[in-house]
């Protein structure tokens, strides 16, 4: 088996998103190159191999950190699992225990202030608030705000249809300023910025669909608008498991992280409502 051919086929895999496939490209060029030199073929890969690729990348010079080690086995585990079939994909689990990083959400106070700074009566100030608004609303990443199409907006059941990682779908409520600003926008604002048949819903001055980096002009982490809305919505009651479905998580410990929050909002219950709290 030739393993740059497996390894092209399988990052090209629709179901990689472009940032995951670069990351995943550097992983696996560093792990048969360090095949070839122990001598192993993939198809030798099993706990023993791993393990010492494991220690190999935490020692010496090397010295990567348990974040960037787990995801490149994660890398390798996936290409492994696509190439050879998920029997001959280690059971055991390799990668160290992560650091835990907590998400860093700004207050409502600090995201009313970022939406504030965009507004305007021009087309694209009317643009970048509905974006800013959507974004936090829905709790979106970059990627799902700039590929929403116009029959992605749903203003009678007031929901908005996301295509997110890995092509996966997910329809999320839209709120109402959210939905305020967007009727605005495309009443006011994206008939003047549309040049042809487009039906991107957001649209640049040439007319043309956005990608990410319009979002980072308008907030230089625009993430952290999706960790406000996740928190927010725990802090206001919402469990855990409805959050993994708004956020379109395919595991709840993606959305563990989040715990602390959680954590906290229990602890003000138990202690306004238990008798002996």
Not at 89 to 103: D, N
Not at 118 to 139: D, F, H, M, Q, W
Request: aromatic share 6%; net charge positive.
């Amino acid at each position: 088996m030739k393993v740059s051919a497996s390894i092209d086929r399988f990052l090209g895999s629709p179901g990689l998103s472009e940032s995951t496939r670069r990351a995943y490209a550097g992983d696996l060029a560093d792990f048969t190159g360090w095949l070839e030199i122990a001598g192993h073929a993939i198809s030798d890969v099993d706990v023993q191999v791993l393990a010492d690729y494991t220690a190999e990348l935490g020692r010496g010079r090397r010295g990567l950190s348990p974040s960037t080690i787990a995801r490149r086995l994660a890398a390798v585990r996936s290409f492994m699992r696509f190439t050879l079939g998920a029997a001959h994909v280690p059971e055991i689990a390799l990668p160290p225990r992560r650091r835990r990083r907590l998400p860093d959400a700004p207050k409502l106070s600090d995201v009313e202030a970022v939406i504030a700074s965009v507004k305007g009566v021009t087309p694209l100030a009317l643009r970048n608030t509905a974006i800013l608004e959507l974004t936090y609303s829905c709790g979106l990443r970059s990627a799902e705000v700039v590929g929403l199409r116009l029959a992605d907006i749903d203003f009678d059941q007031e929901t908005v249809h996301v295509r997110g990682k890995g092509g996966k779908e997910r329809v999320v409520p839209l709120g109402e300023q959210a939905a305020y600003a967007v009727a605005v926008y495309l009443r006011e604002a994206r008939p003047t910025l549309a040049r042809g048949a487009n039906d991107t819903l957001f649209l640049s001055v040439r007319g043309r669909s956005l990608d990410t980096s319009a979002l980072r002009r308008l907030m230089q982490n625009p993430h952290r608008l999706r960790h406000a809305y996740a928190t927010h919505l725990l802090e206001g009651g919402a469990d855990l498991r409805t959050i993994q479905e708004l956020l379109g998580h395919a595991s709840l410990s993606t959305t563990q992280i989040y715990s602390h929050v959680d954590a906290r909002r229990l602890r003000r219950v138990y202690d306004s409502s238990h008798p002996r709290s």
